[in-house]
T-cell receptor
Framework: DAKTTQPPSMDCAEGRAANLPCNHS???????VYWYRQIHSQGPQYIIH???NNETNEMASLIITEDRKSSTLILPHATLRDTAVYYC????????????????FGKGTHLIIQP | DGGITQSPKYLFRKEGQNVTLSCEQN?????MYWYRQDPGQGLRLIYY???????QKGDIAEGYSVSREKKESFPLTVTSAQKNPTAFYLC?????????????FGPGTRLTVT
């Protein structure tokens, strides 16, 4: 799996958009970008994933650069409940021929939403 | 409600004792996983199982054992051979039938060994 780099922490004001960057310059053509988050003392929660197109769901938007070497997770209207550690993960899903082994979690970005 | 349950939420043991952590899922997922998390760190994979009666070691399997006798259950035993067992343990499951391949996590068990 390709390595990812994320800032250790970020602040964002409540109600504003939170933009979390992730660098994955060694990503290969069949690797997807996944985002998870972990609220304190809970299990991680899947947010969104994408291959090369921008994606949006009810939780967030994912913007992937054209060269796929970086991506940004956008929480459009951050609330205090969005305070969590956000993990960016790159891998080939089993559906596309990857193994069903575990995810590799780095230290992620600790996003703090300020009131 | 479909999901993953782990019990207990907090567990205390004396050094030298084996302890088994429970993980049950009713999502009909084929694959199940055990992760360990230490303070301020990301998750590390202990064991995973893609199918009943089969499992593979993850990155830090030493001192742990698992079984997968039923699709719904994947218990983890922390043995006395594990040098630093105190940690937050997370169980997860997934299906390979969707592109998303999202893993669903349980609430975790916080194990303290003294």
């Amino acid at each position: 799996d390709a390595k990812t780099t994320q800032p250790p922490s970020m602040d964002c004001a409540e109600g504003r958009a939170a933009n979390l960057p992730c660098n994955h310059s060694t990503i290969s053509g069949n690797e997807y970008v996944y985002w998870y988050r972990q609220i304190h003392s809970q299990g991680p929660q899947y947010i969104i994933h994408g291959l090369k197109n921008n994606e949006t769901n009810e939780m967030a938007s994912l913007i992937i650069t054209e060269d796929r070497k970086s991506s940004t997770l956008i929480l459009p209207h951050a609330t205090l409940r969005d305070t969590a550690v956000y993990y960016c993960i790159v891998r080939v899903p089993p559906y596309s021929g990857g193994g069903a082994d575990g995810l590799t979690f780095g230290k992620g970005t600790h996003l703090i939403i300020q009131p | 409600d479909g999901g993953i349950t782990q019990s207990p939420k907090y567990l205390f043991r004396k050094e030298g004792q084996n302890v088994t952590l429970s993980c049950e899922q009713n999502l009909n997922h084929d694959a199940m996983y055990w992760y360990r998390q230490d303070p301020g760190q990301g998750l590390r994979l202990i064991y995973y199982s893609q199918i009943v009666n089969d499992f593979q070691k993850g990155d830090i399997a030493e001192g742990y054992s698992v079984s997968r006798e039923k699709k719904e259950s994947f218990p983890l035993t922390v043995t006395s051979a594990q040098k630093n067992p105190t940690a937050f343990y997370l169980c997860a499951s997934s299906t390979s039938r969707t592109e998303a391949y999202e893993q669903y996590f349980g609430p975790g068990t916080r194990l303290t060994v003294t």
